[in-house]
């Protein structure tokens, strides 16, 4: 869910949407749906766990080309 609503750019509270949740039901009537609150706080931090990991190639990557 987390990468979905950040790669295609939809709002933290699609998750709330009444037509949203009844589409993600159909198919698994049993699947948790996260609530906006949940998603958004999950979005900040994959966000700022990829930006610490780039940070940790780029550094390796210049420490390299220095050499």
Not at 9 to 35: A, C, W
Not at 36 to 58: C, Q, Y
């Amino acid at each position: 869910m987390v990468r979905w609503v950040a790669e295609s750019q939809r709002p933290f509270t699609i998750t709330e949407d009444r037509g949203f949740r009844r589409l993600m039901k159909e198919g698994r009537p049993s699947q948790y749906i996260p609530s906006a609150r949940t998603v958004g706080r999950d979005v900040r931090a994959v966000f700022k766990k990829s930006r610490e990991r780039i940070g940790e190639l780029l550094r390796v990557s210049a420490s390299v080309w220095s050499i």
